[in-house]
């Protein structure tokens, strides 16, 4: 039981490139989240997915799109990266009962 | 609407001192509210929640947290503080009976000295 895992660990990304990040989790979770977390400001979400087949957009969306692949795997991607990008990312599960979260251990993403 | 405020982005305490992080909550209805912590380059794990049972939750690695509604306070404590205990952490609160988007609150920095 490997929880949730995400690829990868470490990114170097050039303005203008684009990237996916991957998630996936195998406990059967139905939700799904993206955060970014930055110094100072704690955890913001970016996108999530309540269920398969559903997402909505969170706090910080722009220049971001995700796709729930299925019930596992759930991918965001930066179409054109900028500096502002430059984050840790963090994807997480909803548990049983939804309100509580299971992280992924980051992708550390810098965007020179 | 929800908010969580961490008193204080930094708290320095001595080893087998007692550790105290403080956590307010905003909600207009009855919160579900957690502690999670993060350790140096990993990802956030949950230390405990309150659901709506016992108002003194206790979690992992000897920490425990009081729901006192009266003040919205969420805070959290533990008698004798260890150089691994040294992390961030993170208060989070939802709402109860339908809404799984929890708010983070900005984290507080737990620093111990031998």
Request: hydrophobic residues 30%; proline residues 5%; charged residues 15%.
């Amino acid at each position: 039981n490997a929880g949730v895992t995400q690829t990868p660990k470490f990114q170097v990304l050039k303005t203008g490139q684009s990237m996916t990040l991957q998630c996936a989790q195998d406990m059967n979770h139905n939700s799904m989240y993206w955060y970014r977390q930055d110094p100072g400001m704690g955890l913001r979400l970016i996108y999530y997915s309540a269920s398969e087949g559903t997402t909505d957009k969170g706090e910080v969306p722009n220049g971001y799109n995700v796709s729930r692949l299925n019930k596992r795997e759930f991918s965001l991607r930066l179409e054109s990266a900028a500096p502002s990008q430059t984050s840790v990312y963090f994807c997480a599960s909803g548990g049983p009962d939804r309100y509580e979260q299971y992280f992924g251990p980051g992708t550390r993403l810098t965007v020179t | 609407a929800q908010s969580v405020t961490q008193l204080g982005s930094h708290v320095s305490v001595s080893e087998g001192a007692l550790v105290l992080l403080r956590c307010n909550y905003s909600s207009s209805v009855p919160p579900y509210l957690f502690w999670y912590v993060q350790y140096p380059n990993q990802g956030l794990q949950l230390l405990l929640k309150y659901t709506s049972a016992a108002t003194l939750v206790k979690g992992i690695n000897g920490f425990e947290a009081e729901f006192k509604k009266s003040e919205t306070s969420f805070h959290l404590t533990k008698p004798s503080a260890h150089m691994s205990d040294a992390a961030e952490y993170f208060c989070a609160v939802t709402k109860s009976g339908g809404s799984y988007i929890p708010t983070f609150g900005r984290g507080t920095s737990l620093i111990v000295h031998p």
